[in-house]
């Protein structure tokens, strides 16, 4: 199978994270343990598991393995920290509760867009209803009539012409710039500029302010559980790939080498909520940042999710009015020529 065409999902990483720690910790080599674990995993992923028999049979160690098959850098940042140690089970543990959450909040996430999703596709259809059906018939009945046309049901017309005349352009465009979007976003200079943006933004500011917050504090906490000093911690995030998580640790390894505090060097940082640093400066002070950052990563999991949830409540409504408003309009537009025909009998 092509390996592009391969694709682990957040559920796949913690199925097989869990596996991993179930035959590590029944004392199963892992070599066995994984030639188990191929015929337990979904088919698509076989071939990976595959590859990372032979890689070890070959000599490799279990991290080596994993990059070999492209799994993600922080992934690889927690077995690799797990092999120095001798603690495999641990490593692969902190990785099946991380891609489980990871999962879960994905998860949520689509469970509150779904439904405004739906609305968006029922006002789809019934546009395109209006378009194919309804409009051409008001069309032909007007000319038979002649009827006197208002300004705005002429302009819905010429909307409809329009559409009509120039739909396969339409679509070429939306196609091409999706691809385009799709094609930039792999480049980091893009991702970076496009989060910058969205930084600014009120409505999306504090989602990627809070995403930032539980991304550093769940991996700085788990490379310090792991027994690993902050300074190291933060140069293993430099293999993050998100450029802003790169850029951040480069910066706050400079000040820290320079003699500044944890809370110190993340004070000037644009990526964190505002009292990321002060909750850093209590944790620090009183020597306990590893369980620190683990509590404020698992209370921002649990308060992402319960926003999430809080804004589809009025999401809802909103959906429902601007598509009832919508359907208004249009009937209201169609139907105008013939009020005006019925006040001048």
């Given amino acids: 199978m092509n390996r592009w065409l391969i694709k682990w999902r957040d559920h796949d990483f913690a199925e097989f994270s869990r596996m991993v720690k179930i035959q590590l910790q029944n004392g199963i080599p892992i070599l066995y343990g994984l030639k188990f674990i191929k015929e337990t995993l979904p088919k698509k992923l076989r071939p990976d598991i595959k590859q990372i028999i032979y890689l070890i049979e070959q000599g490799e160690s279990i991290s080596r393995s994993l990059e070999q098959i492209k799994f993600p850098k922080s992934y690889l ?9 001798g603690e495999l089970i641990k490593a692969f543990e902190q990785m099946e509760w991380y891609y489980r959450q990871k999962n879960q909040l994905k998860q949520t996430i689509k469970s509150v867009i779904a439904y405004p999703l739906f609305i968006l596709v029922m006002i789809q259809l019934l546009f395109i209803f209006l378009a194919t059906v309804l409009i051409p018939q008001f069309l032909q009945l007007y000319r ?66 809070q995403k930032y917050t539980y991304l550093f504090s769940f991996h700085l906490g788990t490379f310090l559980n792991s027994g690993v000093s902050f300074l ?24 820290m080498l320079q003699g500044n505090s944890v809370s110190e060097s993340m004070k000037q940082e644009l990526i964190f909520l505002p009292s990321f640093a002060e909750n850093l400066k209590f944790y620090e ?14 209370q921002l999991q649990n308060q992402i999710e319960h926003e999430l949830n809080q804004k589809l409540k009025w999401l809802e409504p909103i959906l429902l009015m601007v598509s009832g408003a919508f359907v208004f309009l249009i009937i209201y537009t169609l139907f105008s020529p013939l009020f005006y025909l019925m006040d001048s009998i």
């Avoid at 002070?285 to 698992?298: A, K, P």
Wanted: net charge positive; no cysteine.
């Fill in 144 to 209: 038979m009539i002649q009827a006197d046309i208002p300004s705005s049901t002429r302009k819905l017309i010429s909307s409809y012409y329009f559409f009509q005349n120039n739909l396969w352009w339409i679509l070429l465009l939306f196609a091409v710039l999706l691809g385009l979007f799709f094609y930039l976003r792999q480049k980091n200079r893009f991702r970076k500029n496009l989060i910058l943006l969205l930084l600014k933004l009120p409505f999306s500011r504090r989602v990627l302010l």
């Fill in 232 to 255: 190291k911690g933060i140069e293993l995030l430099l293999e993050y790939d998100d450029p802003l998580i790169k850029e951040t640790s480069f910066r706050m390894k400079e000040l």
């Fill in 77 to 85: 940042s927690i077995i690799r920290l797990g092999e120095e140690q």
């Fill in 285 to 298: 002070e009183t020597g306990s940042l590893d369980t620190g950052l683990q509590y404020i990563s698992t």
